[in-house]
């Protein structure tokens, strides 16, 4: 994002652009006039902070004001109203700065891209085919999945909103949320098998780090996948080896990296990501995913019209909608996909604080392990070993491998290999090595009809082979369309 305009005001960059802007719009001289008129006008309503910092909220309530007090007459005695025209025609002087924002470069994407102002008033046939088709899914497609992971989980030197985007992709949050989280809200999980969870307790709201959200109990532990984590620690240490860092550090004796906001402005560390920041982002992201202006386009109309559902932007919900799905593919119930999701529990038995310990979050974990490209946790590449004494217990989806060392015996390795999914066939190879040909191995087994009484069909298996298609490879996609 190009500095010079970061900090700047509505009316400043207006008359900064103004000239080049209108060329590039071909305005005639009667309609540069009377869009210069309604700028000042917008200029005296959203003028508290920087022009790019404005949400598209914020953009809504003060055209509501400006609609609200309305316009006098020359001589200051009649009161008029303005008409939906011409608050339209607002909308549109704001779109025009921002599309003319992104042509000169100062920001990728514009705030206004797929928003519920982009649709006409007179929907045509294929409009319609696209908010039914967007009504059922409300999803991404693994082809746009992949390449929303290619765009935020490979580079720890990328700009701080693309982890923002990287936090609601891989872990569900909301804007503000993403936002809010610092690297001190990643904490250890002991037990077992020790992992890391996100502790989600932070939002932000106008550039300020405060600590509330959407729920009545907003505490909530997510665990962290195994990609994300490796990257939010080389993320932590490219901080902490950074020149900015240093000399902060050396301004500020008592500072600690791990008070900072994972998702900070541009490149700035110390500034805090706001929504539309991550809005921006977002919406870049996946518009290189290939994810039509439409979808989100109607996904902002449907968000405007429905008072029951909370989260207002098309971008997060989007991302929180796809994750939620990913969640029920996984195989998590209803009251782990609300807790995870920060949604309020609907148990009359269960309550938010009984997933904060290890014993309650851990399975929680193992099913979220399953989830593509996040984790290497069960790839088919993981060797489990047999050891005496020890029962060995997994859940691979697609392909496990599991090895009996020479050292096991005497006696017998019994392995239990169940389908989830009501007749789904089971492929068993069994390679005995040369060097050790004193060990005999026998495969046998019993086929007991299972009845589907639980209504329950584990998908897992289509899903993970679905997104291991080199057919449906993000490089070769792109070429085709090219």
Same mark, same amino acid.
């Given at each position: 994002?190009?500095?010079?305009?970061?900090?700047? /005001?509505?009316?400043?960059? +207006?008359? $900064?652009? &103004?000239?080049?802007?209108? *060329? @590039?719009?071909?305005?005639?001289? #009667? =309609?540069?006039?009377?869009?210069?008129?309604?700028?000042?006008?917008?200029?005296?309503?959203?003028?508290?902070?920087?022009?790019?910092?404005?949400?598209?909220?914020?953009?809504?309530?003060?055209?509501?004001?400006? /609609?609200?007090?309305?316009? +006098?007459? $020359?001589? &200051?005695?009649?009161?008029? *109203? @303005?008409?939906?025209?011409?608050? #339209? =025609?607002?909308?549109?002087?704001?779109?025009?700065?921002?599309?003319?924002?992104?042509?000169?470069?100062?920001?990728?994407?514009?705030?206004?891209?797929?928003?519920?102002?982009?649709?006409?008033?007179?929907?045509?046939?294929?409009?319609?085919?696209?908010?039914?088709?967007?009504?059922?899914?409300? *999803?991404?497609?693994?082809?746009?999945? #992949?390449?929303?992971?290619?765009?935020?989980?490979?580079?720890?030197?990328?700009?701080?909103?693309?982890?923002?985007?990287?936090?609601?992709?891989?872990?569900?949050?909301?804007?503000?949320?993403?936002?809010?989280?610092?690297?001190?809200?990643?904490?250890?999980?002991?037990?077992?098998?020790?992992?890391?969870?996100?502790?989600?307790?932070?939002?932000?709201?106008?550039?300020?780090?405060?600590?509330?959200?959407?729920?009545?109990?907003?505490?909530?532990?997510?665990?962290?996948?195994?990609?994300?984590?490796?990257?939010?620690?080389?993320?932590?240490?490219?901080?902490?080896?950074?020149?900015?860092?240093?000399?902060?550090?050396?301004?500020?004796?008592?500072?600690?990296?791990?008070?900072?906001?994972?998702?900070?402005?541009?490149?700035?560390?110390?500034?805090?990501?706001?929504?539309?920041?991550?809005?921006?982002?977002?919406?870049?992201?996946?518009?290189?995913?290939?994810?039509?202006?439409?979808?989100?386009?109607?996904?902002?109309?449907?968000?405007?019209?429905?008072?029951?559902?909370?989260?207002?932007?098309?971008?997060?919900?989007?991302?929180?909608?796809?994750?939620?799905?990913?969640?029920?593919?996984?195989?998590?119930?209803?009251?782990?996909?609300?807790?995870?999701?920060?949604?309020?529990?609907?148990?009359?038995?269960?309550?938010?604080?009984?997933?904060?310990?290890?014993?309650?979050?851990?399975?929680?974990?193992?099913?979220?392990?399953?989830?593509?490209?996040?984790?290497?946790?069960?790839?088919?590449?993981?060797?489990?070993?047999?050891?005496?004494?020890?029962?060995?217990?997994?859940?691979?989806?697609?392909?496990?491998?599991?090895?009996?060392?020479?050292?096991?015996?005497?006696?017998?390795?019994?392995?239990?290999?169940?389908?989830?999914?009501?007749?789904?066939?089971?492929?068993?190879?069994?390679?005995?090595?040369?060097?050790?040909?004193?060990?005999?191995?026998?495969?046998?087994?019993?086929?007991?009809?299972?009845?589907?009484?639980?209504?329950?069909?584990?998908?897992?298996?289509?899903?993970?082979?679905?997104?291991?298609?080199?057919?449906?490879?993000?490089?070769?996609?792109?070429?085709?369309?090219?």
């Amino acid at each position: 994002m190009n500095s010079k305009y970061r900090d700047m /005001k509505l009316l400043e960059i +207006y008359y $900064d652009v &103004k000239h080049d802007m209108e *060329s @590039y719009f071909r305005w005639q001289d #009667k =309609t540069k006039s009377a869009y210069q008129t309604n700028f000042e006008k917008l200029g005296e309503y959203l003028d508290d902070k920087p022009f790019l910092d404005y949400s598209l909220d914020d953009f809504e309530n003060a055209l509501t004001a400006i /609609k609200e007090e309305g316009y +006098y007459t $020359d001589n &200051k005695t009649v009161k008029h *109203s @303005y008409s939906e025209d011409t608050i #339209k =025609t607002f909308y549109a002087n704001l779109r025009s700065l921002y599309k003319y924002l992104v042509f000169i470069g100062v920001c990728k994407f514009s705030l206004f891209w797929g928003t519920k102002e982009r649709i006409n008033q007179e929907w045509k046939e294929e409009d319609r085919f696209v908010h039914e088709n967007v009504s059922l899914q409300k *999803s991404l497609k693994p082809l746009a999945e #992949k390449s929303v992971f290619e765009a935020v989980m490979r580079d720890y030197e990328q700009e701080g909103e693309y982890f923002g985007v990287a936090l609601m992709f891989g872990l569900g949050l909301r804007n503000a949320e993403a936002c809010g989280a610092r690297f001190s809200d990643i904490v250890k999980m002991n037990g077992q098998d020790d992992f890391y969870a996100l502790r989600v307790t932070n939002t932000v709201q106008k550039k300020q780090l405060q600590t509330g959200g959407k729920t009545k109990n907003t505490f909530r532990l997510i665990p962290i996948p195994d990609t994300l984590k490796k990257l939010l620690d080389k993320r932590k240490e490219f901080i902490l080896e950074s020149a900015a860092y240093a000399e902060y550090c050396s301004e500020n004796e008592h500072f600690d990296v791990n008070s900072l906001t994972i998702a900070c402005r541009g490149n700035d560390f110390k500034t805090i990501c706001t929504t539309p920041d991550l809005s921006r982002t977002g919406k870049y992201v996946l518009g290189k995913a290939k994810v039509e202006e439409d979808v989100l386009k109607f996904i902002d109309d449907s968000l405007y019209k429905d008072d029951s559902i909370v989260e207002k932007e098309a971008t997060a919900y989007l991302f929180r909608r796809n994750f939620a799905t990913m969640l029920q593919i996984l195989g998590l119930k209803q009251n782990e996909i609300e807790y995870i999701m920060g949604h309020k529990i609907e148990s009359n038995f269960e309550i938010r604080n009984y997933y904060s310990n290890y014993d309650k979050l851990y399975p929680i974990k193992l099913k979220m392990d399953n989830r593509p490209l996040f984790n290497t946790r069960y790839s088919s590449d993981t060797i489990k070993v047999v050891s005496p004494g020890t029962e060995l217990s997994f859940d691979n989806p697609y392909k496990q491998v599991v090895k009996i060392p020479s050292g096991f015996g005497p006696g017998v390795a019994m392995l239990n290999v169940n389908s989830e999914a009501p007749g789904e066939s089971i492929t068993i190879s069994i390679k005995s090595s040369s060097k050790n040909p004193v060990v005999e191995f026998t495969a046998f087994g019993t086929m007991t009809k299972r009845g589907n009484n639980d209504r329950t069909t584990s998908v897992l298996r289509a899903v993970h082979h679905e997104y291991a298609s080199k057919k449906g490879s993000v490089k070769k996609q792109k070429k085709g369309q090219e």
